[in-house]
């Protein structure tokens, strides 16, 4: 197969494994078949349009003819000229088919259905990547930038599928990948001829780049698991959506402090809403009586900017072993302690821990931080809610109509921050929040007023269906048109309360759930939930609800408890996490029998093992370090490698200079009385020759010693640029390094020296070793390093050139082992047995 052929097939294959993370998306997933059969035709018809050849903006523009041509086959037969040449009908069925599957992508969760529309999108997606990849690897040569395609593709399924198994479809893309740079890489070097790949590493052995490209393959391979393990290390990182896992929105934390943000969850809102398919998110026990003032709270948006709500950024801390008492609350509201046991699914990894509003203690395992100001919980190092379970000690305030209006006006930060409402903001919102509050005598009746306008006399619709808007005008436009979901009533109840003084924020979450037959209460999608949250001197933060049939109307907010006539409940100390006087009355989802043996929480157990120190073991502590250290000491390993070669060959090269003089001068002394000694040897070597033991083994070192002083200075002359040229004498290739180094005539006397010596030690019949050659080594090093530029000196020190020897030396070695064993085996294998021996004789 040729090097084009072999680099279009792997452009292909590289494409199709890139597209295979998209297979958990939909089902069934035959349409992957399809595609991968289309993207055959594909490759073949660029492949033999380079062999006509085409230009190649031709060869581009047949590909993409083909492929429209296929498409129209495959999905616009009817519609389309003789069945395959598209025209205004195949156009604007192609258009309907590719609306109705965006309507299904947004429309169904995952795995959605494989409908026409979506299997189009799927189809025509992996041609247009497969097109895009195979023009610049294959048309343009260029196989590097390919990966941009392919990471747009894998990136679609990745910031859709629910993270189960990521790690394995970004190995196969991965690999996909690399194995197309491998062939790239390969077809290049196959050019280059013998001057990058060198002398055959065996004598009669294959010739040619075989060492690059064994070496490329391994730091591919070392390259991808680093990939697949660096994401794994505990970095301080938080990430992750408001109310699902596919959506972004959280800064960044760290292990005692740092700062966290969060973006707008109006869209993740709707679209959670919007679900065909109800799923549940959480299961919770609570020794509440009533439950329908539970409503879990993720985060609260204070920051408005006369477009939308989102959440200010924080300090985070350590979660405090008793949280602090709610601000603003004060000791004359009566309030109880509420425990409640919660279980997240397996499948929703939320960063923010929903929460019943105010807590008071949580117990959970895993990396969480607190953010004081909203009291709220944020998972950090990558922990979120995925399958946890955790029990909320919280709060049930129950301020009374006549504590909220004789309340005082909020002061300081309270007032400064919440009721900040940006000049972009029209007009119309706040003529509309006097007209409606017009005659309300406090802060507490506008608040009510409000609430009821939009709940019941205002004559607004709950509409799922409402597009998000954006923009200035967006709350004006929604209380125009009068249709909208929770995101929309909460905000425009907020800022309206804003322009009439009263402090204002906006919470997301969950509203209380349904009963289940066991005691249980379910909370799904549909729960899905942002209200606003108003300020009152004395009670705190307190919740309204704008939003008409959904929810529950808080009591203080109903004209029959207009007045104190509200049930005496147990006080709490000043202390909010203090317990309180008395356990709360028995509600019907908790008899007072079930509380006492604690069966209302026992059905979510919580693991006692990891409520206390929730740091990481010590063997997991021991094998990140060890990983950590591994990931950072891995692209100094050819610096490393270099430097002890380095001094190995220098410091054995002065050693054996010394060890040789002092021979050669015994040798000297010793005179021909050693050599009579010695016999027909000592004279058929020569006069003054020694052939005692030491001697040959100086005599050796000296040899190897000074060839190691010679690679030492043609490996110092490669790190620089000048690649080794084995095909050269010692003197010629001497001369080639003085020559293209530019080296003046002091140092290039040191250059010739050493290779005098080598040619000394290989062609002499009495080898010895010079002092000094370790020095004239340093001395070229020098000058070399002189006359480099920076970008060439730092490469010369970081990753130099020689060091792929190491790779060449390993798989020299191995090749040894192998070539040593099938000797071996082959020749157990051809011994003859006892019977056949006797035979034999």
């Known amino acids: 197969m040729s090097g084009r052929a072999r680099l279009t097939l792997c452009s292909a294959a590289a494409t199709l494994m890139a597209a295979l993370a998209m297979m958990p998306l939909v089902e069934p997933a035959s349409w992957i078949l399809q595609a991968a059969f289309l993207l055959a035709v594909q490759a073949g018809v660029g492949a033999a349009t380079r062999r006509v050849p085409l230009a190649r903006p031709l060869t581009v523009l047949a590909q993409a003819v083909v492929s429209l041509l296929l498409l129209t086959l ?52 992996v041609l247009v990547i497969g097109l895009a990849v195979d023009t610049l690897a294959v048309t343009f040569r260029n196989a590097a ?148 003032d539970l409503y879990l709270r993720i985060v609260s948006l204070d920051d408005f900017d006369g477009t939308t709500w989102k959440p200010s950024k924080r300090q985070i801390v350590a979660v405090p072993e008793d949280f602090p008492t709610p601000t603003g609350l004060s000791p004359d509201v009566r309030r109880s302690l509420v425990t409640t046991r919660i279980r997240a699914a397996d499948w929703y990894a939320q960063d923010w821990l929903p929460m019943p509003y105010p807590p008071s203690g949580v117990k959970i395992s895993g990396n969480w931080r607190y953010e004081p100001v909203g009291m709220t919980l944020v998972g950090d190092h990558g922990q979120n809610t995925r399958g946890k379970t955790y029990e909320v000690t919280s709060l049930a305030v129950r301020p009374t109509a006549k504590q909220l209006a004789s309340a005082a006006e909020a002061t300081g930060s309270i007032r400064s921050d919440y009721t900040e409402v940006p000049s972009s903001l029209p007009a119309s919102v706040a003529k509309t929040a006097l007209q409606v509050t017009r005659g309300a005598r406090n802060d507490y009746e506008r608040a009510v007023e409000l609430q009821d306008w939009f709940a019941v006399t205002g004559g607004f619709e709950y509409d799922t269906e409402v597009q998000v808007g954006s923009g200035k005008d967006a709350i004006s436009r929604f209380l125009r048109d009068k249709r909208g979901f929770c995101v929309h009533y909460s905000f425009a109840m907020a800022a309206m309360a804003r322009t009439l003084g009263i402090p204002a924020r906006v919470a997301v979450g969950f509203a209380p759930g349904s009963p289940q037959a066991d005691g249980s209460v379910a909370v799904s999608l549909k729960d899905a939930h942002a209200w606003p949250e108003l300020y009152f001197e004395g009670v705190g933060w307190t919740r309204f609800e704008p939003t008409p049939t959904r929810g529950t109307t808080p ?81 100094l390993l050819p610096m490393l490698w270099r430097l002890r070669r380095r001094s190995v060959r220098l410091a054995s090269a002065q050693h054996t200079g ?24 000592a004279a058929a070597a020569g006069p003054g020759v020694l052939l005692d033991v030491p001697a040959r083994e100086t005599a050796e070192a000296a040899v190897a010693h000074v060839l190691a002083v010679w690679r030492e200075l043609t490996d110092t002359a490669w790190d620089y640029g000048i690649t080794p040229d084995d095909a050269l004498t010692p003197r010629r290739a001497a001369a080639r390094i003085v020559r293209l180094g530019e080296l003046d005539d002091t140092v290039a006397a040191s250059v010739h020296r050493v290779a005098g010596a080598v040619e000394q030690v290989l062609y002499a019949p009495r080898p010895r070793a010079e002092a000094g050659l370790a020095d004239e080594v340093r001395g070229v090093r020098a000058a070399l390093r002189s006359r480099a530029g920076r970008r060439t000196r730092v490469r010369a020190v970081l990753a130099p050139r020689s060091a792929v020897r190491a790779a060449w030396d390993v798989a020299a070695r ?19 047995s006892t019977g056949e021996q006797g035979q034999s004789v």
């Open 74 to 125: 495959v999905f616009a037969r009817e519609q389309a000229f003789a069945g395959l040449i598209p025209g205004p009908r195949a156009v604007q069925h192609f258009a309907d088919l590719l609306q109705a599957g965006a309507d299904d992508v947004g429309r169904f969760a995952i795995p959605a259905p494989l409908s026409e529309g979506i299997r189009l999108m799927m189809v025509a997606g």
């Open 555 to 635: 009591t203080y907010t109903l004209p029959e408890n207009s007045g104190d006539a509200i049930a005496e409940l147990p006080q709490a100390s000043r202390s909010a996490s203090a317990a309180p006087s008395a356990q709360p009355s028995a509600g019907t989802s908790c008899s007072a029998a079930d509380k006492k043996a604690e069966a209302c929480l026992g059905a979510l157990p919580l693991d006692e093992a990891e409520q206390g120190d929730s740091g990481l073991p010590w063997y997991e502590i021991a094998g990140w370090t060890l990983l950590g250290a591994v990931v950072l000491l891995l692209p």
């Open 145 to 292: 930038p390919a990966g941009l395609p392919l990471l747009a593709l894998y990136s679609v399924a990745a910031g859709l599928s629910d993270g189960v198994a990521d790690w394995l479809w970004f190995l196969v893309a991965a690999a996909g990948y690399l194995m197309l740079l491998l062939a790239e890489s390969r077809e290049r070097l196959s050019q280059w001829g013998r001057v990058f790949g060198g002398a055959p590493r065996t004598p009669g052995g294959p010739s040619g780049p075989v060492a690059p490209l064994r070496t490329g393959r391994r730091i591919g391979a070392v390259a991808l698991g680093v990939a697949l393990a660096v994401p794994l290390l505990p970095l301080p990182a938080i990430g992750g959506g408001l109310l699902d896992a596919a959506g972004g929105g959280v800064g960044a934390g760290n292990g005692s402090g740092g700062t966290i943000s969060a973006v707008n969850p109006l869209v993740s809102l709707r679209d959670s809403l919007n679900q065909d398919e109800d799923r549940t998110v959480l299961t919770l026990r609570t020794d509440s009586g009533d439950i329908s």
């Open 658 to 681: 010394a060890a040789g003089a002092a021979a050669g001068r015994g040798g000297g002394e010793s005179g021909p009385g050693r050599g009579d000694a010695e016999g027909p040897e």
């Open 814 to 832: 191995w090749t040894a082992l192998r070539t040593a064993w099938t000797a071996r085996l082959t020749a157990l294998l051809r011994r003859p």
